[in-house]
């Protein structure tokens, strides 16, 4: 949660970017790719990813972000796109017993906000399943964590659509709520953690299309917050060097903590 200095400043500052339809369709879209990377496979998912291989420079100039890269890495596009060649590569089967290991915190990377930020994990998931009940979120892979990232990423492709729905549908005050909530969920949530996965996995045995998965998320969130105006993605994890015994941190492979 945003500290009451925190939300002081938010409330001074100027106006943040407001996207076009086509941009805020276009993110969505992109948030919704990402969680496919790394989510179980299914036809749709699979689909998905099809076009994403293809069309990934268009959808990333569609939802007005810089095509840029990190240090010498590849562009967003090109990120995304290798990345979802990767993992249509796989065998559906092969890819979901490798996301289901990988997801596991005694490897190490674990897929869970509360592996890589040092709060209360009572904390943390209630104030995700606030924003998840706030926005009829609630039920949407109810057999997971509300930390996941990629039901983290699933609900602020939601909030983007539901932000578009407002503006279509006219009501101003509906289009500011659902705004503000994208930028706190981004805040006070994804933002902490969502580059962290990354950096784990580029000194871990994880399998080459995950990795590339997860640079691609890391990638694609970077480029949406700078393109909104919100705060950079922290590259603080809190996580490592933690006492706390894998099954109390993370997402057991038995299913973790629903």
Sequence with gaps: MLTIEQRNLKAERAPLPRPDDTALLARADLL???????????????????????DAGELVAAAGLADASLADGPTLARSVADAAIAALAQLDGDRAAELLTWSAAATGLDL???????RDRGTILGDIAGFYAA??????GGETRPDELARELEFL?????????????????????VADAAEAFWSEHLSAWVALPAARADILPVPGWLNAALHAVRLGCTAM???????????????EGDRVAPDEVGCAIDGGVN
């Design 32 to 54: 919704f790719a990402l969680r496919d990377l790394i989510s179980s496979p299914s036809p749709a998912s699979r689909d998905k990813l099809e076009d994403v291989a293809v």
């Design 112 to 118: 869970c906000e509360c592996a890589y930020v040092r």
């Design 135 to 140: 926005f009829g979120a609630q039920a949407v």
């Design 157 to 177: 492709a939601l909030v983007h659509v539901l932000w578009l729905r407002a503006r279509r549908d006219g009501d101003a005050q509906a289009e500011a709520v």
């Design 225 to 239: 917050a700078a393109a909104s105006g919100w705060n950079p993605p922290s590259w603080d994890d809190q996580g």
